[in-house]
């Protein structure tokens, strides 16, 4: 079973990036909310009140421990990709930002992931899609430290249809495909082509390839 660890003393997610204490135990406080919410209105239903009313805590326990749960999970799992994030506070920084927390996550996703929980499956089809386009372990740590996101995108309507776009339009394929994402990771998470009238999110544009 995972063993949580103390909480971390030097990241959060505010305005500027991660400079507050404990962000660990905020997320988790916020998710803990989100959950505890859901569960109240659940339980204002006329009908069911009164046993709602005694059953809310335990029921709003359930929800949040497994949001706990997840959230190490996958800051686990970024450990795991190596020395590049053997500091458990850029693990979480690159979780907080694959899942939409915090201003830096924000300028990528927009409104189109915010403060979302973590999902280790989201997570880990990210990893495997980056070991199938031929990198090493640390190559694909190193697209996860230049671009975070790309462990929240989802894989048949992002990723790959990313690298289906550079092989056909760039024809590029194996080993050249790879160094092309080492060089600009962020390739993985272009969603628009403004085609010369700049929609304003340079950051998510072909242009920039």
């Known amino acids: 079973m995972l063993q949580l660890r103390a ?4 990241c959060t997610a505010g305005q500027s990036g991660y400079t507050a204490p404990a962000a660990l135990p905020q997320r988790r406080q916020q998710l803990q909310r989100r959950a505890r919410r859901r569960v109240a209105a659940a339980a204002a239903e006329p009908a069911a009140a009164a ?4 059953a809310a805590p335990a029921a709003a326990a359930a929800p949040a421990a497994a949001a706990d749960a997840a959230w190490a999970a996958c800051v686990a799992r970024v450990q795991g990709l190596g020395p590049a994030f053997a500091d458990e506070a850029e693990a979480e920084k690159a979780v907080q930002r694959a899942f939409g927390w915090g201003a830096r996550a924000r300028a990528y996703w927009r409104h189109e992931k915010r403060d979302a929980p973590p999902d280790v499956a ?14 090493d372990a640390e190559g694909t740590a190193k697209v996860v430290k230049a671009f975070p996101e790309v462990l929240g995108c989802a894989v048949d309507s992002q990723l790959q249809r990313n690298a289906d776009q ?8 194996g080993e050249v495909l790879a160094k092309a994402v080492l060089r ?12 010369g009238d700049c929609a304003g999110e340079c950051n998510r544009c072909w242009a920039r390839f």
């Open 184 to 195: 600009n990771p962020a390739v993985l998470g272009y969603n628009l082509d403004c085609a």
């Open 7 to 10: 909480p971390l003393s030097a």
């Open 122 to 135: 989201q997570l880990d089809a990210a990893l495997a899609f980056l070991g199938g386009l031929g990198l």
């Open 166 to 173: 550079l092989r056909r339009d760039w024809r590029l394929e």
């Open 51 to 54: 046993p709602a009313a005694a």
